[in-house]
Structure formats: C-alpha cells, structure tokens
C-alpha cells in the first residue's frame, strides 16, 4: 500500500531529477564560457605584447638607421670641408668688388703692374694705381706706375691711353703723379691726382644720362664700364631716351689710345 502511495510522486521526482540536470549541465556551460574568455584573453595579452614588442623593435630600428644616417652625413661632410679649406690655401684667391671675374693669377708681369679688381665699375667709382678690370687674360686700368692702358697679358700688347711719363733720348721723366682713374655721370673718362685734382679728361661723343640702377646683379647705376671676356672689349653701357646702348669705349671717345 505505500508502494501505491508513492506512485503520484514520481512525475515530480522525474522533474526534480531533470532541474538538477539542467542546472549542471548550466554549470558546465558556464564553466566552459569562463574557460574560453580566459583563454581569449591571454590570446589577446600576447598579440598586444606582440604588437608592443614589434613597434618597440620598429622604432629601435628607425633610430639606429638615423643615427648611422647622421654619421655618414656628418663624415662626408667633414671631408668636404677638409677638401674645401685645402683648396682654398692651395689657389690664390682673386679680390672681386661687385662681381666675380673670370681671371687667374697666371700672367706674372700682369700681376706685377696690377691687382684685379672685377670685371665691372660704376660712374664715380675710384680704380687706384696699381689696380685694373680684370677678365680672364685682359686688363684695364691704371699701373703701379701710373700709365693709364688696355693690356693683354698674354700677347702682352697693350694699348696706352695716357702716360704720365715724357721720354727723350736719355731720360724717363715722370710729369704728374696719377693717384686713381674714374668716370663721371656723363661718361666722362678722368685721372686724378691724391688731391683729387683732374690731371687729365675724355669727354664722350655721346650725350650719357646717369640711370639709378640700371643693372640689378651686380647692382650698378648707368653709365658703367664692363670689361668682356670675348676678344678683352672694354664696353660703356648706359640708357639714352630709354633705350640700352653698349658701345665699345674706341666708339664712345675720339682718338682714345695712343
């Protein structure tokens, strides 16, 4: 009889049974989610340490490869500056007042009547004695010892516009003493003494009108003289009435050398 009794519990053991399975099987499940996040999350920890570890080794790289960058730069340009300065002791040096002449200090006699000076002077600009144009093998200026000239110093021909020495038979005689050779603003073509005093003066066939600036490297007012490397012309430049006129200087002057 109790056996009879007991039959009506036994659907409700069979869900009591079946809760208690589920709830263990929820907690496998459960316990399976925490494995797979931990294990997820180590993944990730070591993708980040590698990732860490891959941009600390990126940027070591960059610095070593700039640093040795550096160096090399910093070497050759030591040796460029080594090689530079040797050059510069090893080749004279050329004095240049507005702009860079093309010139060399290979003519001797040339260089013991002159010192180059440039290639271009403005008006009212002082070339003492002992100093000259210069462009390559010509010269045009005023020697040590005042004779006033065109000089080739390679053919060694010259051409004399004045000297202030008078000549006879049996002496030299030095008549005036030329302190420096300059032009005025009208082109006007004068020697001068230390008290600058005119010794001598060319007036230009041509009517020259002073210009400010007219050439801007090297910057130079009109009228200037410009000493060309072709054939050694010796060349007046100015504006008349608007117009750019560059005359040799045998066109500028009626019977200018001797």
């Known amino acids: 009889s109790a056996f009879l009794l007991s039959l009506p519990a036994l659907p409700v053991l069979e869900t009591t049974f079946r809760t208690m399975e589920s709830l263990e099987l929820g907690d496998s499940t459960n316990d399976a989610s925490d494995v797979k996040a931990e294990v997820a999350a180590s993944v990730s920890s070591r993708r980040r340490r590698r990732r860490s570890w891959l941009t600390m080794g990126t940027v070591a790289l960059f610095a070593v490869s700039a640093m040795i960058y550096f160096m090399v730069g910093f070497h050759q340009m030591t040796n460029q500056e080594k090689t530079s300065s040797s050059s510069s002791s090893e080749q004279p040096q050329v004095a240049d007042a507005n702009n860079s002449p093309s010139s060399s200090s290979s003519w001797p006699i040339c260089d013991d009547l002159y010192k180059c000076q440039t290639d271009r002077m403005g008006h009212e600009t002082p070339l003492y004695a002992g100093q000259s144009l210069c462009n390559d093998k010509y010269r045009f200026g005023v020697t040590r010892f005042g004779v006033f000239q065109w000089h080739d110093c390679e053919a060694q021909v010259t051409k004399v516009i004045y ?92 019977d200018l050398y001797h």
């Not at 030299?172 to 004068?190: E, H, I, K, L």
Request: net charge negative; with cysteine; proline share 7%.
């Open 163 to 254: 000297d202030p020495t008078t000549t006879t038979a049996t002496t030299t005689t030095t008549t005036t003493t030329v302190s420096y050779f300059s032009m005025s603003p009208q082109g006007a073509f004068r020697l001068m003494d230390d008290q600058d005093q005119i010794i001598w003066q060319k007036e230009s066939k041509m009517t020259i009108t002073p210009t400010k600036e007219c050439l801007p490297r090297p910057l130079l007012d009109c009228p200037y003289l410009h000493l060309r490397k072709s054939a050694g012309d010796v060349v007046l430049n100015s504006i008349n009435s608007g117009i750019w006129s560059d005359r040799k200087i045998e066109r500028v002057f009626d």
